[in-house]
């Protein structure tokens, strides 16, 4: 089996690293030529989960240095002909692990050149809105979608920490059957096992949906209002007034996945408390990315969400304040006026 992991960063050295440890032959795929070097040359280090965590690798200690047999750069996947529906070895799966930003449509179509008729490709993002780029140009049935409470940060261009373990849940996209007319689940569960193997408590679900909507909800929540108020997840229920903004932009979004049918769990409030307290020291991705100056998730996270309420008719007016107050970060350092 030929794992193709595309975006080198936490979540993709993480999944790789972990991946390698199965019978998979595991490719990762970064952006750029110099981080190909560095993990070709001195190999992918691992820092394992805290003690803990339930999950800790099979093999090997904390710190281990995995060694890859093929590192490659995104362009040269493309120019290497690599994969392909018209050559044998194309990847049975790849896993796209690059952030929302970078989710254009030359990469999609880069991705469909990878793609043999078998393939899977499986969206590891936060938020919404990827799926729109993708399903341009990939067919809806073989797209799929995970959604992950693991935690990941990088320490530098080729060591990751596993910062915390969580749960995995894998699912289609498609609301369609395949072109023989059933739902084929056999690929999605063959992913579901290899991820279990590698060792992460991975399910399949048959909703995965509403998966992506509860996590987008707690991200949608958390990120922005922690990025703008520049303070850690856990201090953020501790002020009374972010806590009125917290419930508002709660509030807003259960309105609006009621109205489009999306089932949400019903203790989805107290889930986002508890990933205040269980993150309490962390700094929300969306945070480190307004104090590193990088485009933030804002626009497939809150932008997400109002593009949804937009067509169904909503006013989510707590979400759009928060919108247009990162939108306004961003600008600043992009030196718009
Ligand atoms: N980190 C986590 O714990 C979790 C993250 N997620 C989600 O997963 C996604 C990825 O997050 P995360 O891993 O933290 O993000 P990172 O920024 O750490 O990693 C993204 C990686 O993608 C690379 N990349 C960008 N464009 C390309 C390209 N064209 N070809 C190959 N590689 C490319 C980037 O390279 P470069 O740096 O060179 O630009 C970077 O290494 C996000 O949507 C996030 O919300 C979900 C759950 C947990
Ligand atoms: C759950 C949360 C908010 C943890 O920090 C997260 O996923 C993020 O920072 O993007």
């Given amino acids: 089996m030929l794992i193709r992991v595309i975006g080198a960063g936490a979540l993709g050295m993480l999944t790789a690293a972990y991946l390698c440890r199965t019978a998979a032959k595991v490719e990762i795929i970064t952006r750029t030529e110099q981080q190909a070097r560095l993990l070709r040359e001195q190999g992918l280090q691992l820092t394992a989960a805290a003690e803990n965590a339930s999950m800790e690798p099979r093999s090997g200690t904390a710190g281990e240095t995995v060694e890859f047999p093929e590192v490659l750069t995104f362009e040269q996947t493309l120019a290497d002909g690599l994969g392909g529906r018209a050559r044998p070895g194309s990847p049975d799966f790849i ?3 690059v952030k929302q930003t970078a989710i254009t449509d030359k990469l999609a179509h880069g991705i469909v050149a990878q ?8 969206c590891f993002q936060n938020g919404v809105g990827h799926l729109d780029v993708l399903r341009k140009v990939i067919p809806a049935r073989q797209i799929l979608l995970a959604v992950t409470t693991e935690g990941a940060m990088v320490k530098s261009p080729r060591h990751v920490a596993h910062t915390g373990r969580g749960m995995t849940w894998v699912g289609s996209a498609a609301a369609e059957p395949d072109f023989a007319g059933r739902s084929d689940h056999s690929l999605t569960k063959k992913f579901v096992n ?3 193997d590698a060792g992460f ?6 909703n995965i949906i509403s998966k992506v909507w509860n996590k987008l909800l707690i991200n949608a929540i958390i990120n922005p209002l922690t990025a703008v108020l520049q303070i850690h997840n856990g201090q953020l229920p501790q002020l009374p007034d ?3 903004l917290m419930r508002s932009l709660y509030y807003e979004a259960v309105t609006l996945a009621d109205k489009l049918g ?3 769990a019903p203790d989805l409030w107290q889930q986002v408390l ?3 307290e269980r993150t309490a020291g962390n700094r929300s991705s969306m945070l480190q990315d307004v104090l590193l100056h990088r485009p933030t998730e804002v626009d497939a996270i809150t932008g997400g969400l109002l593009r949804e309420a937009e067509q169904a008719g909503i006013a989510m007016p707590t979400h759009a304040a928060m919108y247009h107050l990162l939108r306004s970060i961003e600008q600043q350092w992009m030196n718009i006026t």
């Fill in 242 to 244: 972010a806590l009125i």
């Fill in 274 to 276: 508890l990933v205040c």
């Fill in 194 to 196: 290899v991820l279990s």
């Fill in 95 to 97: 896993l796209l692990t």
């Fill in 201 to 206: 408590s991975t399910s399949l679900s048959n």
């Fill in 262 to 264: 999306i089932e949400l």
């Fill in 115 to 122: 793609l043999g008729a078998d393939s899977r490709l499986i």
